[in-house]
């Protein structure tokens, strides 16, 4: 066998809008608060971020 030294595992993450799993060097990332939302594409972060400002919106006016 060859046993030559692995890289890291690379670490995974699950897109927050469609579950898709995504290694983390590749995902959008986007602070919320004190934890990390992980997406697959600008795609999914623009349908989060809208539903997001259309939740927060609500109540305030
Ligand atoms: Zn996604």
Do not use: T
Request: proline residues 5%; charged residues 30%; aromatic residues 8%.
């Amino acid at each position: 066998m060859n046993n030559s030294v692995q890289p890291d595992k690379p670490v995974i993450v699950s897109c927050k809008e469609c579950l898709k799993q995504i290694p983390h060097s590749e995902a959008k990332m986007e602070e919320a608060g004190d934890y990390v939302l992980y997406f697959c594409g600008l795609d999914c972060y623009k349908i989060w971020r809208e539903r997001c400002d259309r939740e927060g919106k609500q109540g305030s006016s």
